[in-house]
T-cell receptor
Framework: KNQVEQSPQSLIILEGKNCTLQCNYTVSPFSNLRWYKQDTGRGPVSLTI?????NTKSNGRYTATLDADTKQSSLHITASQLSDSASYIC?????????????FGRGTSLIVHP | DVKVTQSSRYLVKRTGEKVFLECVQD?????MFWYRQDPGLGLRLIYF???????EKGDIPEGYSVSREKKERFSLILESASTNQTSMYLC???????????FGDGTRLSIL
């Protein structure tokens, strides 16, 4: 069964600090991996997408890495801001019968304190 | 900017009622999805549709059905609502399988 595990479940950091969120997956056959940010009371918004051949991708202060051999990804947030407080969701898609089916992690809840 | 609109932010219904959740997207996207999101469980796929009048079951389709009569509209139907269907429901759309999904802001449904 395809699974996506995220850690930690929750994280509290001070404004200006860096942090790293982890995602481990057992999804096959792997198609792509996305990180989404979900603000409280809103739908998730895509931050990055990574395919099998990519191992780093940046979007402003967000940098995602992918190790397809160990089936791990991380999302690094640099110089955190209060607006980074949100849930971060790792989503891995598999290609099954011509369809791309996403499997969602349970998310990491990040709180940034002033 | 892509807009995915869910008809209600909050909805309260009674056990046994037939419930309709509506979702409309304004970007001519081919694919549309319905999820439910529960604390500690993350998003779970209920149904999805790759084209008009097409539908596919997701991971948890039991107790739900969907309708896609027009490309821009994807409806989720609870045939006979039960208390375990109390949840946050999220609709999403994407142009094709290589693009990210765009989500609505969700409908928080309570079944009493």
């Amino acid at each position: 069964k395809n699974q996506v595990e995220q850690s930690p479940q929750s994280l509290i950091i001070l404004e200006g600090k860096n942090c790293t969120l982890q995602c481990n997956y057992t999804v096959s056959p792997f198609s792509n991996l996305r990180w989404y940010k979900q603000d409280t009371g809103r739908g998730p918004v895509s931050l990055t997408i990574m395919t099998f051949s990519e191992n780093t991708k940046s979007n402003g202060r967000y940098t995602a890495t992918l190790d397809a051999d160990t089936k791990q990804s991380s999302l690094h947030i640099t110089a955190s801001q209060l607006s980074d407080s949100a849930s971060y969701i790792c989503v891995v898609s598999a290609m099954t019968g011509g369809s791309y089916i996403p499997t969602f992690g349970r998310g990491t809840s990040l709180i940034v304190h002033p | 900017d892509v807009k995915v609109t869910q008809s209600s932010r909050y909805l309260v219904k009674r056990t046994g009622e037939k419930v309709f959740l509506e979702c409309v997207q304004d970007m001519d996207h081919e694919n549309m999805f319905w999820y439910r999101q529960d604390p500690g469980l993350g998003l779970r796929l209920i149904y999805f549709s790759y084209d008009v009048k097409m539908k596919e079951k997701g991971d948890i389709p039991e107790g739900y059905s969907v309708s896609r009569e027009k490309k821009e509209r994807f409806s989720l139907i609870l045939e006979s609502a039960s208390t375990n269907q109390t949840s946050m429901y999220l609709c999403a759309s994407r142009p094709d399988r290589n693009q990210p999904q765009h989500f609505g802001d969700g409908t928080r449904l309570s079944i009493l």
